[in-house]
């Protein structure tokens, strides 16, 4: 498989040339090389400390194993009330901006014309995990989800439209995006769970997801 140089943010990032397909999911492994991983940890750490991770309930009152927070004009949510987009973080601050070495990597792979509304940040300590699940809470599924994994490898498992419907799955690696558009755009998908200690990019271990969608 080739490798293409992509510049960006005066950084340079290794991405290889072909996707692998997914139930029509892009997977684009390796994507981000170790210099851009760790200065989007840095970048991340910022968000962190102005929008600190939290742990969500889902609308039954199950707590989520992963915690959360978010970047941009808007964080997902879940609570009591429902699934939906929030302009504050649950502690009533703005949600910090969505850093550079992040738009960035959405500008190469989906747009340069239009941002993500949000950035959602998940943090996988050893254990957590995320059912299949479709993200249907925006107003416009034309525009893809993007998705960003740091840290500790996942097992990311996707189907069709349908939950019933039969799924692949593929160890997500740190540095690795995928890229959920067109047809898959509603595919089904989740991780069933983390590989602890399996990278060294975050000193305390775990795993990051970063997923970029429009929202409005
Ligand atoms: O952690 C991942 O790779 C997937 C996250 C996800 O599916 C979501 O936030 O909707």
């Not at 760790?38 to 962190?48: C, K, N, P, T, Y």
């Not at 969500?56 to 989520?64: D, I, R």
């Amino acid at each position: 498989m080739g490798l293409k140089t992509v510049s960006g943010q005066g950084k340079t990032r290794m991405a290889e040339a072909s996707a692998l397909d997914l139930n029509g999911v892009a997977v684009h492994p390796g994507y981000l090389d170790a210099g851009a991983q760790a200065a989007m940890v840095e970048d991340l750490r910022g968000v962190i400390r102005a929008a600190p991770l939290y742990a969500p309930v889902t609308p039954s009152g199950k707590p989520m194993s992963v915690r959360m927070t978010a970047a941009g004009r808007y964080g997902w949510f879940t609570d009591r009330k429902g699934y939906r987009y929030e302009e504050r973080h649950p502690a009533g601050g703005a949600w910090p901006a969505i850093p550079e070495s992040v738009l960035s990597v959405w500008r190469d792979l989906v747009s340069a014309e239009r941002m993500p509304d949000c950035c959602l940040v998940n943090f996988y300590a050893e254990g957590a995990r995320m059912g299949l699940h479709q993200d249907r809470d925006e107003a416009d599924f034309t525009w893809p989800v993007l998705s960003i994994s740091l840290g500790d490898e996942a097992l990311f498992r996707v189907g069709g439209t349908a939950r019933k419907d039969p799924t692949r799955s593929v160890w997500l690696r740190s540095g690795d995006v995928a890229v959920m558009g067109g047809a898959a755009r509603l595919a089904y998908h989740g991780i069933d769970r983390v590989r602890p200690g399996s990278s060294a990019l975050l000193p305390k271990g775990g795993r990051i997801n970063l997923t970029l969608r429009v929202v409005d």
